[in-house]
Each structure stands twice: as structure tokens, then as C-alpha cells.
T-cell receptor, first 108, second 112 residues
Framework: DAKTTQPNSMESNEEEPVHLPCNHS???????IHWYRQLPSQGPEYVIH???SNVNNRMASLAIAEDRKSSTLILHRATLRDAAVYYC?????????FGKGTKLSVKP | DAMVIQNPRYQVTQFGKPVTLSCSQT?????MYWYQQKSSQAPKLLFH???????NEADTPDNFQSRRPNTSFCFLDIRSPGLGDAAMYLC???????????FGNGTRLTVT
């Protein structure tokens, strides 16, 4: 399984954009980059995933480096409800293996 | 809404007393997973079913067993819970390996 490196924690102000980085330098060519988040007292929640091209959905955007060794999850306007632990996970046919993730705090 | 449902939300059991946690899904997904999450840690995969095929993670203790009687239901059996088994247990499903997972909200197990 590819190793990932994420900051332990990040802070953001409400209604400002947030860029959550992830390094995955050992990613294989077939691994998609998945992002999940876990709000307090809830199960993890799928956010977005991509292979090479940047991806957008209603929750977030995913920017993937050209060499695929890193990616950035972008929350365009953080809300208090976005405070959670965010996990970046390379995944192809294997199983979802969680790293430590980034704990995002959002200040009003 | 299609979803993954875990019951109960909270479970208390005594040291050494067998306990079963349940998970049901209305998504008709092929794959079902069980994760253990201890306080302030990331979820840790215990095992998964791909249809009826059971796949155990190498470091999952023998104390943990699972059953999947049909597509919709999956059970986690802890034969002799120890204090170290107190954790949140998360069930998840996916349509196929590599597709996004849908998680339930977990069962928090307390061992007294």
C-alpha cells in the first residue's frame, strides 16, 4: 500500500478556502486518490476521488500533481460543519487503509 | 434513502462475555467491511467480505469473527471481549473493490 503524509492539523477561518495537502510519492499507476472525512462521532464520509485529472464535486475539488506524487483537497468556502479529520488514501483494487489524516479546525 | 445501518449505536458488554454487532445495508453492495477505531486513532480494517468470500487482515485477532448470511447483513462477533477491545466498530460497503465506501455511524463498544 502506498504511504501518505499529511499535516497533523490545520486551521481555517469560516468562509475562507482551505487547501489540504497530501504527499503520496509511492503511489502506483493504477491507484486512485481517495479523500474521506470523519466528523466527530460519525463514520467516515466519502468526499472525492481522482486518478490524474483535477476533479470537482459539490463537496470539494481535488487537484492532482502532474507526477501524481501529491494532491490537494480544496474546500472552497469552509463552514463550521467542515471541521473534521480528512484522510487521503491511494486505492485501486485493494482495501481502504486509513493513515493518520489531518484534523481541520474551522474558526467562526 | 439507501444507507448502512449499524445497531446498536452503543453496546456495553462484560469482560469475556461474547457480543455481536450488526450491520445492514440497503445499497445492494457486493463488499462489506468491518473497521475498528480506537480513541484518537484512524479506523483499522479487520476484515471484509467480497460477496460470500471472507478476507481476514493478517493482524486481526482470532477473537474477532464475522458472518454474512446474505447480501444485506453482516455481523461482527467478539468471542471473548477484553478491555482492549473497547472501541468504535464501523461497518462499510462498496459496490466493488476500489469504489467509494459508504460507512455506517458505528457501534461504540464498552467493555466492563
Amino acid at each position: 500500500d502506498a504511504k501518505t503524509t499529511q499535516p497533523n492539523s490545520m486551521e481555517s477561518n469560516e468562509e475562507e478556502p482551505v487547501h489540504l495537502p497530501c504527499n503520496h510519492s509511492t503511489i502506483s499507476g493504477t491507484d486512485y486518490i481517495h479523500w474521506y472525512r470523519q466528523l466527530p462521532s460519525q463514520g467516515p464520509e466519502y468526499v472525492i476521488h481522482g486518478l490524474t485529472s483535477n476533479v470537482n464535486n459539490r463537496m470539494a475539488s481535488l487537484a492532482i500533481a502532474e507526477d501524481r506524487k501529491s494532491s490537494t483537497l480544496i474546500l472552497h468556502r469552509a463552514t463550521l460543519r467542515d471541521a473534521a479529520v480528512y484522510y487521503c488514501i491511494p486505492l485501486s483494487q485493494g482495501n481502504l487503509i486509513f493513515g493518520k489524516g489531518t484534523k481541520l479546525s474551522v474558526k467562526p | 434513502d439507501a444507507m448502512v445501518i449499524q445497531n446498536p449505536r452503543y453496546q456495553v458488554t462484560q469482560f469475556g462475555k461474547p457480543v455481536t454487532l450488526s450491520c445492514s445495508q440497503t445499497l445492494n453492495h457486493n463488499v462489506m467491511y468491518w473497521y475498528q477505531q480506537k480513541s484518537s486513532q484512524a479506523p483499522k480494517l479487520l476484515f471484509h467480505y467480497y460477496d460470500k468470500d471472507f478476507n481476514n487482515e493478517a493482524d486481526t485477532p482470532d477473537n474477532f469473527q464475522s458472518r454474512r448470511p446474505n447480501t444485506s447483513f453482516c455481523f461482527l462477533d467478539i468471542r471473548s471481549p477484553g478491555l482492549g477491545d473497547a472501541a468504535m466498530y464501523l461497518c462499510a460497503t462498496s459496490g466493488w473493490r476500489g469504489s467509494p465506501l459508504h460507512f455506517g455511524n458505528g457501534t461504540r463498544l464498552t467493555v466492563t
